[in-house]
């Protein structure tokens, strides 16, 4: 183990897969020489080359297509979106081909392909390089979705992407690039549809994904102060999900909020709130799932603005605090 940056562990989770495997190899916008429109692929293109990270036009559908050409034909590559707001540019791909292809070939085509997006409010991109829209990709049938929080589960769920026989959509929130966390050094994988408990605690279940789990763990030590224990659960993928994990801590605490960056209607964390409901641990709830996430408003880029367009580790306390004087 040592501590390095969320951005390192993604570069080096490539590096050694591509040592590894000569199958896997890189394609986007600026990866080569510049190393990405935030440098996570620095230095890689003198390692391997210009074959093996290849730069391409500026044509999110002309990199999509060609990811999955490649993947159909035995390669396993990775895309590099400089913002993940321009997987909208991809959609048709990606929606149309990489997701459905696979089951109209009966099993006997897939298309191994990992989308890397980097996404997320903070760094005032403003409204077209800021959004989170997570939801969309995990509501079509065929494509997984993974988020990591952290720079030890970026490192094994890229892994896991990298190695799956499927499209798997790899969000990476800006904020968390210079994060550290403890990391191997040797490759590791984290299986898909394994959320983890990053916090004990009995009082409430906050279910959290991306950048709101470093806000969630802040939340939770703030509130540990007035008595109040907190469990965390990160899910780290959306598609799969292990909801198990998340109703069995449910159960536990008999309450529950979700939050989420992205806009709250619609967001993936309606999902998990209705999950929940449907499941045994409704009988164990005793007070109704809340739901925070980001308001209904394209991210402005005003620090102060862009601030209050999503939510904060104040408004997870004051949720929290609300919930538990009602009960």
């Keep these: 183990m040592r501590e390095i940056t969320y951005q390192e562990a993604i570069r080096e989770a490539m590096s050694q897969v591509m040592r ?3 199958r896997v190899f890189i ?17 890689m293109i003198e390692e391997f080359g210009p074959e093996r990270v290849r730069n391409t036009p500026i044509s999110e559908a002309a990199i999509a297509g060609a990811a999955i050409g490649a ?4 390669m396993r590559p990775i895309m590099e979106l400089q913002f993940s707001d321009f997987v909208t540019i991809a959609m048709d ?14 099993g006997k085509a897939s298309v191994p392909m990992v989308v890397r997006a980097p996404g997320g409010s903070g760094t005032g991109a403003a409204a077209q390089h800021s959004q989170s829209l997570e939801a969309w990709l995990a509501h079509v049938p065929g494509l997984k979705v993974v988020q990591p929080a952290n720079a030890y589960d970026a490192k094994g769920l890229l892994k896991a992407a990298i190695d799956d026989n499927n499209p ?10 210079s994060t550290k966390a403890d990391v191997p050094e040797e490759l590791y994988s984290i299986p898909l549809g394994q959320a983890d408990i990053k916090r004990a605690g009995s009082d409430v279940t906050l279910v959290s994904t991306g950048i709101m789990v470093q806000k969630s763990l802040t939340a939770a030590d703030l509130l540990a102060k007035d008595g ?10 959306l598609v799969p999900l292990d909801i ?3 109703v069995s801590s449910v159960k536990r605490t008999g309450r529950c909020v979700v939050v989420y960056e992205a806009v709250k ?4 964390g309606a999902e998990i709130a209705s999950l929940v409901a449907e499941s045994e641990a409704f009988d164990f709830l005793d007070a109704p799932i809340i739901r925070l996430g980001g308001k209904e408003v394209p991210i402005p880029q005003s620090p102060e603005l862009e601030r209050h367009a999503v939510p904060q580790v104040e408004d997870i306390v004051e949720a929290i605090r609300n919930m538990m004087q009602k009960a």
């Design 71 to 74: 993947a159909l034909t035995g």
């Design 265 to 268: 209607r619609g967001g993936y």
């Design 93 to 106: 791909q990606l929606v149309n081909q990489a997701a459905k292809i696979r089951y109209m070939y009966g």
């Design 27 to 43: 394609l986007g916008e600026d990866i080569g020489v510049y190393g990405g429109a935030f440098g996570v692929t620095r230095g």
């Design 20 to 22: 590894e495997d000569e």
């Design 244 to 246: 198990k994990t998340i």
């Design 168 to 177: 798997v959509i790899f969000y990476e929130h800006k904020l968390l690039y």
């Design 228 to 237: 109040i224990q907190v469990e965390i659960i990160d899910p780290r993928t």
